[in-house]
């Protein structure tokens, strides 16, 4: 990245409205914001960091340009609510991101890292699987709609 470098800072709760605004941008653009996404979206405090989930945002030129999330669904963490600004994409944030929450993941102890994806993202499940996340089975009844495709990285 010329001239800048991404800094990757923790939840505050004045960063609501870019969880907010960044993961309906691509919601919309793909395909439509469930219930699900919009009870999490609207309070990422309440239902993330409350319940033991992080949500890490990038800051590039003083901007923030993309976030992820951790959400703790109890006997795993799925990695999710992941989106970067459109114009800043093509700057790797997205991987930087991802690398950040896996080495935080693995400095946790967890065991593994589960997320759902959509099969017509295909750049992100190819960043998926070039991180080391494998397809597992998709149960029946997941939280997302969109979800076609379940993938797992084993952090141990």
Do not use: H
């Not at 993961?23 to 960091?49: C, H, M, S, T």
């Not at 959509?118 to 089975?137: D, M, T, V």
């Amino acid at each position: 990245m010329p001239n800048s470098t991404l800094e990757i800072i923790p939840f505050k709760e004045e960063f609501t409205p870019y969880f907010y605004e960044l993961n309906v941008a691509w919601l919309k653009k793909y395909f439509y914001v469930e219930p699900y996404d919009e009870l999490i979206l609207g309070n990422p405090q309440r239902y993330i960091i409350d319940k033991g989930g992080f949500i890490f945002f990038g800051r590039y030129q003083n901007e923030i340009v993309g976030v992820v999330s951790l959400i703790n669904q109890g006997s795993f963490f799925e990695l999710s609510k992941m989106a970067v600004t459109p114009q800043f994409q093509g700057l790797k944030i997205g991987l930087q991101l991802m690398e950040f929450t896996i080495k935080f993941a693995k400095s946790k102890g967890w065991d593994n890292l589960i997320l759902y994806s959509n099969r017509k993202l295909a750049p992100a499940i190819s960043l998926y699987s070039k991180l080391g996340f494998k397809e597992i089975p998709l149960e029946t009844d997941v939280n997302y709609e969109r979800a076609d495709i379940k993938m797992e990285l084993s952090l141990s």
